[in-house]
């Protein structure tokens, strides 16, 4: 009698490289969380569709590089006017999707102007904002939205509000605006924050899709190397510290939007 030998089901793959991402390796720090970001956006691009019809723009700083790592079309803007440039792409290539992807340094320190006059003019383009509360790619400075009493290299002995004020909530300001259609801030610091931070994203795309006006999504991310401490105790930093002072949530959905 002859042996049969049964060959093994066909595996399903429930997880795999997103298309819009290139086979890259990353300059991100370890434990840095712009790669969750990365990846989350691809995903969100891959679902949707939109691959070939995207145009990222880039900011200065960490993720000046971010060309690289994404498979799409893309043009690095100067400091902080990345917003500027996508407004001027997206006005000429109107059927096209169009996203910058900025840090707090890059959004809400040098173009806190242009970030600020896209959504009051209803830009319709979508803005991934990275938060981690410093400058990350020139030293480990002060960012606008370092926490009080938090040590970098320009403020050793931790940020005094008094001479340098306060940091600045760029999401909530942003929502006054009337051009804004959807604003809203989420976690990267653990899975079930990330899986809200994809929704989110994916929202935010679906606003621009349906040219409903400026969508921004804030994360508040990681920078374990100018933190000075390690991965793991960086994830813990964001919820002890950053999530107190910078709220979850969602602080502009107009109604158009809900209606998606």
């Given amino acids: 009698m002859v042996d049969m030998v049964m060959a093994p089901p066909e595996m399903q793959v429930v997880y795999d490289y997103p298309d819009s991402l290139t086979d890259t390796p990353t300059s991100y720090c370890p434990g840095c969380t712009h790669g969750i ?16 019809q ?11 590089f971010i060309y690289q790592y ?27 999707i169009v996203f910058t992807y900025q840090g707090d340094g890059d959004l809400v320190s040098i173009g806190a102007a242009e970030i600020l ?6 830009e319709k383009i979508t803005t991934i904002f990275i ?7 020139t030293g480990g400075q ?42 809203v801030r989420r ?20 606003v621009q899709m349906a040219g409903l006006g400026f969508s921004m999504v804030e994360l508040l991310s990681s920078c374990p190397t100018n933190w000075g401490i390690a991965p793991e105790t960086a994830l813990e930093w964001i919820e002890q510290n950053m999530l107190p002072y910078y709220p979850v ?12």
């Fill in 142 to 183: 002060m960012a606008p939205t370092s926490l009080p009493g938090q040590k970098t290299t320009s403020s050793p002995t931790g940020r005094d509000i008094v001479s340098t004020g306060n940091p600045i909530r760029m999401s909530e300001v942003i929502a006054q605006l009337d051009g804004a259609a959807y604003i």
């Fill in 70 to 96: 994404f498979n799409l079309d893309a043009c690095v803007a100067p400091h902080g006017r990345a917003p500027a440039m996508a407004t001027g792409i997206k006005r000429m290539l109107p059927n096209h």
């Fill in 54 to 64: 995207t145009v990222l723009v880039s900011p200065v700083g960490c993720s000046v």
């Fill in 131 to 137: 938060n981690n509360a410093i400058y990350g790619m």
């Fill in 117 to 122: 006059h896209a959504a009051a003019r209803g």
């Fill in 249 to 260: 949530g969602d602080f502009k959905v107009r109604d158009d939007v809900k209606a998606l």
């Fill in 37 to 52: 970001a990365h990846r989350l956006v691809a995903e969100v691009l891959d679902e949707l569709g939109l691959r070939e």
């Fill in 187 to 206: 976690s990267l610091h653990d899975v079930a924050s990330i899986r809200k931070a994809k929704k989110a994203i994916l929202t935010a795309f679906k």
